[in-house]
């Protein structure tokens, strides 16, 4: 049998408190409407259908081509949100599974087991459930003689129902053609006058068929309502990227202080230290150690490169380069192999070519520096004329000076060099030493002068 999905985001989220929609929260990295359309690529699906409403716009323009948006306006229940979702499939005659955007830690196993024991029982639906030891607020699965009979709201149900400790995750797996003809019969007469897709349930067994229900491990059920869940989820979906990261020879020193986004990538081999963070596209090379504290966002970390207390955004660190403490790459900082950049150093939009230096307190932007050259400490690419940025090319082995400012657009020759304290601001050709300071001036026998003059003074 074929398999469809549909994935509801229509909902409010009101107890977020926040503005934007809920589904487009993030957790590790991926936005839970994310989440979600990577647990039904689990089941291989012919077509998804994702069903928006509140801040529809937003959540449609964040899905993939591949899939069909369907708005739900207004929201009259989840019932009501699957029917809206059958609508964005081209087909119904397979097997629908559906989904919430707000449940991300549901394991792609369990996802799979439920399929199989739909299939394996011939059911017309098959609930996910979970148990839990504070059932309030959830739908409660009502059993009798162990067959599954109905799903009761919390608000609907008796006394003896609130007892019940299955809850229904809210997601199932149904025969797509029964889901429609049951959905056309459910009504919204409720505490709540929704259209309840549990209803389905009641309706299905009624004709006689069969309802199965698939018992997952408790966390896989929370769902996300509250920016605690969101911790709470995020947390433990960190923790299995930790954990599938250490199986497969990566190095963490204390894996509760490694936050390593799901769309980041690192190799065997790794050392990763407290408090580094690996957002976004970040990869990181074997043998490279990166940490502590180091904020990587969509970098390139070579292989037995080092970077420590330091900043990345859209940078590429080359093999065995060095970066930090205290460096901060912005986008473009572009270091090959060997490079090194130190304590308190900018670099945005510059390539540091193979095994130069740029070792203390300088600012490189819209630079090209050569190969084997070193730049000293608190030299200062002057790029910006309050108008337009210019380009300062620096070429192989040269020798920049301590405090060298050099004012774009300039060009350094190969084996240059530029005295210290230079205002450089014409090209300085290969193997010349540029100098762009005054000469010095000594006042003999100052300060006998000075101590002279204070005394005239005080008589
Ligand atoms: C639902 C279930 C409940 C289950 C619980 C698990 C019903 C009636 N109840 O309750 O049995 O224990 O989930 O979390 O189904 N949505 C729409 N359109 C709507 C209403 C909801 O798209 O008109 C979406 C929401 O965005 C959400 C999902 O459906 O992703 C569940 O809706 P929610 O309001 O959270 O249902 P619960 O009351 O929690
Ligand atoms: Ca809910």
Redesign the pocket.
């Known amino acids: 049998m074929r398999n469809s999905v549909i994935i509801?985001?229509?909902?409010k989220?009101t107890r977020m408190h926040t503005e934007g929609a809920?589904?487009l929260h993030t957790a590790a990295g991926r936005s839970l409407l994310d989440w979600s359309l990577h647990i039904a690529n689990a089941v291989d699906p012919v077509e998804i259908s994702v069903?928006v409403?509140h801040r529809g716009e937003q959540v449609s323009a964040s899905c993939p081509e591949a899939v069909s948006v369907v708005t739900?306006e207004p929201?009259?229940?989840?019932?009501?949100?699957v029917q809206v979702g059958l609508t964005g499939l081209s087909a119904i005659d397979t097997t629908v599974v559906v989904l919430?955007?707000?449940?991300p830690l549901i394991s792609h196993e369990s996802i799979r087991a439920l399929i199989a024991v739909h299939a394996a029982e011939n059911a017309a639906a098959t609930i996910m459930t979970v148990e839990l030891a504070d059932p309030s607020?959830?739908?409660r699965i009502v059993r009798i003689d162990g067959e599954v009979t109905g799903?009761v709201?919390e608000r609907d149900a008796t006394d003896d129902q609130r007892q019940i400790v299955e809850?229904?995750?809210?997601v199932y797996v149904f025969d797509g053609l029964l889901l429609q003809a049951a959905l056309a019969r459910v009504t919204n007469d409720n505490v709540q006058s929704?259209y309840?897709?549990?209803d389905v349930v009641e309706i299905l067994v009624s004709d006689r068929h069969t309802v199965a229900a698939v018992t997952v491990p408790t966390h896989e059920g929370i769902?996300v309502?509250t920016h605690a869940q969101l911790a709470e989820v995020s947390s433990i979906l960190r923790g299995r990227i930790n954990m599938d990261l250490l199986e497969s020879g990566v190095s963490m020193l204390d894996p509760m202080r490694v936050y390593i986004d799901a769309g980041a990538t690192v190799a065997p081999g790794a050392t990763l230290l407290p408090d580094t963070y690996l957002l976004g596209t970040t990869s990181v090379a074997s043998g490279a150690r990166v940490g502590p504290d180091v904020e990587a966002t969509d970098s390139v970390i070579g292989a037995d490169a080092t970077v420590k207390y330091s900043v990345l955004d859209r940078a590429t660190v080359g093999p065995r380069a060095n970066v930090g403490p205290y460096s901060h790459l912005r986008p473009g900082a572009d270091l090959r192999e060997g490079a090194k950049v130190g304590s308190y150093v900018e670099v945005k939009a510059s390539i540091v070519g193979k095994n130069s230096k740029v070792p203390h307190l300088s600012y490189i932007g819209d630079a090209e520096i050569g190969e084997d050259s070193n730049i000293g400490a608190a030299t200062v690419t002057v790029n910006y004329d309050g108008y337009k940025k210019h380009k300062t090319k620096i070429g192989d082995r040269a020798r920049v000076g301590s405090d060298t400012m050099l004012i774009a657009p300039v060009t350094i020759g190969d084996d240059a060099y530029t005295g210290a304290g230079s205002v450089i601001t014409h090209d300085v050709p290969d193997g010349a030493l540029g100098l762009g300071r005054s000469d010095q001036r000594n006042v003999e026998g100052y300060a006998e002068k000075r101590r002279r003059r204070a005394e005239e003074e005080a008589d």
């Open positions: 509801l985001a229509a909902g989220g809920k589904a069903v409403g739900q929201q009259l229940g989840t019932g009501h949100a919430p955007a707000d449940m607020g959830y739908g799903i709201e809850v229904n995750t809210s929704e309840y897709l549990t769902g309502n």
